[in-house]
């Protein structure tokens, strides 16, 4: 089945920085691959996502590259706040008897110090 | 648009009872509907994926006695915990996916379930 890896597992920078979170993942047949955003107790959100035929997307500051050969996928947030601190999952999706099923990489704690 | 609710949002019971957790789609029609479940500070663990009127898929190592689903209709979804034992606490959140994008996945606000 899929794998997927999400680096770092915590990541802490100070208002304004960029951050970055990286996964990798091991299906090559996997297609769809939305990042979500889940604060304290609450429920995952999806901020940005991307298919495999597509190798980056842009959203304000949020980007997402996607580099098929390699097997990755990365997130990017540019100009980072205090309301970007949160849990981030990447996932990657691959369709299954008319259903798209992720696998969550581990997550990424963000602190954005102010 | 796409908003999922799932009540209750927290639930206390005793060891050997059973609890039932429902799934609504609010506003679309929910083709595919998913459980995960989630420790603390972890990642979500897939445990089923139903579809209206067909028996769930359930993941390795998911009990299907255990954990019953039931995808009466296009729009609600209901887990049942049967007789659950404290190592059943946890946090379980569901997902429904739309006919217009099959592959995006909406979360309701999970339930928190502990069994004392």
């Known amino acids: 089945g899929e794998n997927v890896e999400q680096h770092p597992s915590t990541l802490s920078v100070q208002e304004g920085d960029s951050a970055v979170i990286k996964c990798t993942y091991s299906?090559?047949?996997?297609?769809?691959f939305p990042w979500y955003k889940q604060e304290l107790g609450k429920r995952p959100q999806l901020i940005i996502d991307i298919r495999s035929n597509v190798g980056e997307k842009k959203d304000q500051r949020i980007a997402v590259t996607l580099n098929k050969t390699a097997k990755h996928f990365s997130l990017h947030i540019t100009e980072t706040q205090p309301e970007d601190s949160a849990v981030y999952f990447c996932?990657?999706?691959?369709?299954?008897?008319?259903?798209?099923?992720?696998?969550f990489g581990r997550g990424t704690s963000l602190i954005v110090h102010p | 648009g796409a908003v999922v609710s799932q009540h209750p949002s927290r639930v206390i019971c005793k060891s050997g009872t059973s609890v039932k957790i429902e799934c609504r789609s609010l506003d679309f029609q929910a083709t595919t509907m998913f459980w995960y479940r989630q420790f603390p500070k972890q990642s979500l663990m897939l445990m089923a994926t139903?579809?209206?009127?067909?028996?769930?898929?359930?993941e390795q190592g998911v009990e299907k006695d255990k954990f019953l689903i039931n995808h009466a209709s296009l729009t609600l979804s209901t887990l049942t915990v049967t007789s659950a034992h404290p190592e059943d606490s946890s946090f379980y959140i569901c997902?429904?996916?739309?006919?217009?994008?099959?592959?995006?996945?909406?979360f309701g606000p999970g339930t928190r379930l502990l069994v004392l």
């Open positions: 139903s579809n209206e009127g067909s028996k769930a898929t359930y």
């Open positions: 997902s429904a996916a739309g006919p217009s994008r099959e592959e995006t996945q909406y």
């Open positions: 996932a990657a999706s691959l369709g299954r008897g008319g259903s798209y099923i992720p696998t």
């Open positions: 299906d090559s047949a996997s297609n769809y």
